[in-house]
């Protein structure tokens, strides 16, 4: 198994470019089937789970390869409307096939995508919005099979606004026949950018962005080229990682405008914050205030990807602050490493209650999802001595290579290898 050796105590220092945005491109990759054609997608990060939805787009028949940051999908042939079980347990993201399949073929036979580390994570409103286009559901134990002739517009109103369920309803509402209105719909960057993808390729969608979203069905779509947006948990995890170094980091190709919630709160803990078009400077001299309160909550709120992030921060300021988890009730499991590695941290139900403390010691430690493993990362770098992270492979879902990232800004990190045995 591979790990993360971090020498703690060092400043990060330099400039970084963001890359592309792994829950954007997850979704585009998606609906890229929805064309018949060859598609392209720049600006897409190398990252496994990346390399699963293109495993899966190969499997229904697509070919699929990324170059550098460019995906080329040729789609000409998709003939495929079962994704296997073995795929769909590796991403949940995988879910997002189900509009375009239904869009694209008519039929789509998958599995419960079940809970994960974070939370029980259901797909009712994504069953639900695609019913309500006219999709005939069967649910036999955990396979789903879904059946449509021809979808339909429809009124839907989601009862919570949920990323992946507004994207999947999106993706089938484009082709189908008369308007859809999602109200009360996620209003995250990544719809957005669903949005002007679909749009580059013929879809007409307003709204994303907003709380209605409104598609008028087309009867078909066609390929193009489209550049996904700058991954904003990314950046924010960096901005994170310079402040509890006290370091001085210029992240470019960033969209501050998409961090206006981090912003505020890294401001609010006595972080320097400048910004310059896409370019943004973060500078920490002293040690962080703690923030009265923090709720996490869907966008523009403050994200719930960065709430184990923004914890160590606090593990680390003067005084008591209290995160509420609003969005995933099982998503404090990183606070016993944390706390393994000297954080004072409360919780109770789903609010934590952080006492900082003046140092971080270094410790082995687990990372147990992709964003608890970003935040021992970041315990790493600011903690005294070595830090030893296992189970790597969740950080690898949503982090180019989180390693050389942070040593091209100084840091004291390195992935080690097992040797393999005979
Ligand atoms: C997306 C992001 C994830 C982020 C999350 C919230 C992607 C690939 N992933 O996940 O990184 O943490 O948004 O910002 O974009 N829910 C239901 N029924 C449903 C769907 C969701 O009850 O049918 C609940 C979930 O259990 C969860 C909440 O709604 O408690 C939010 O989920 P959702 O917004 O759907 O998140 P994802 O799309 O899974």
Excluded at 313 to 318: G, M, P, Q, R, V
């Amino acid at each position: 198994m591979e790990k993360l050796v971090i020498e703690g105590g060092k400043p990060l220092s330099g400039a970084i470019r963001i890359h592309g945005a792994k829950n954007a491109a997850l979704p585009i990759l998606a609906a890229s089937i929805m064309a018949e054609g060859t598609i392209t997608i720049e600006n897409v990060p190398d990252l496994s789970d990346i390399h699963v939805m293109l495993g899966i787009l190969r499997a229904l028949g697509c070919r699929a390869e990324l170059v550098g940051d460019n995906v080329t999908v040729s789609t000409n042939a998709v003939h495929q409307f079962h994704i296997p079980e073995s795929l769909m347990s590796q991403m949940r993201s995988s879910i997002f096939l189900m509009g375009p399949l239904l869009s694209r073929l008519g039929r789509v036979e998958l599995y419960q995508p079940g809970g994960c580390a974070i939370g029980e994570r259901k797909i009712d409103l994504h069953l639900q919005g695609l019913a309500a286009l006219g999709a005939h559901i069967e649910e036999n134990g955990s396979q789903i099979v879904c059946t449509a002739n021809e979808l339909h517009g429809a009124e839907i109103v989601l009862d919570y606004p949920s990323v992946g369920a507004t994207e999947n309803i999106m993706m089938a509402a484009a082709t189908a026949r008369g308007m859809t209105t999602i109200t009360n719909a996620a209003r995250e960057p990544e719809i957005q950018d669903l949005q002007n993808f679909l749009n580059a390729m013929g879809a007409r969608i307003i709204g994303a962005g907003t709380d209605t979203i409104t598609i008028e069905g087309v009867a078909e779509l066609i390929p193009c080229t489209y550049r996904i947006i700058p991954d904003r948990i990314v950046a924010g995890t960096l901005m994170i990682a310079a402040a509890v170094t006290r370091g001085n980091v210029t992240l470019e190709k960033v969209c501050p405008a998409h961090l206006t919630s981090a912003i505020h709160v890294l401001k609010r803990a006595g972080v320097q914050i400048t910004i310059n078009g896409d370019i943004m400077n973060v500078c920490a001299l002293s040690r962080p205030k703690s923030v009265e309160r923090i709720v996490t909550s869907p966008y523009p709120s403050f994200p719930t990807d960065l709430q184990s992030q923004i914890m160590v921060l606090l593990s680390l300021a003067d005084g008591v602050s209290i995160v509420k988890e609003t969005v995933f009730e099982g998503r404090f499991k990183h606070v016993d490493e944390l706390s393994r590695m000297g954080a004072d941290i409360r919780v109770d139900l789903n609010s934590a209650y952080i006492r900082g403390v003046p140092r971080l010691y270094g410790a082995t430690v687990e990372a147990t999802d992709l964003r608890a493993g970003a935040a021992l990362v970041i315990a790493g770098l600011a903690a005294q001595g070595s830090t030893v992270i296992e189970q790597i492979h969740h950080i690898d879902r949503g982090y180019d290579r989180i390693e050389l990232m942070l040593a091209s800004l100084g840091a004291g990190i390195h992935r080690t290898t097992p040797v393999p045995t005979e």
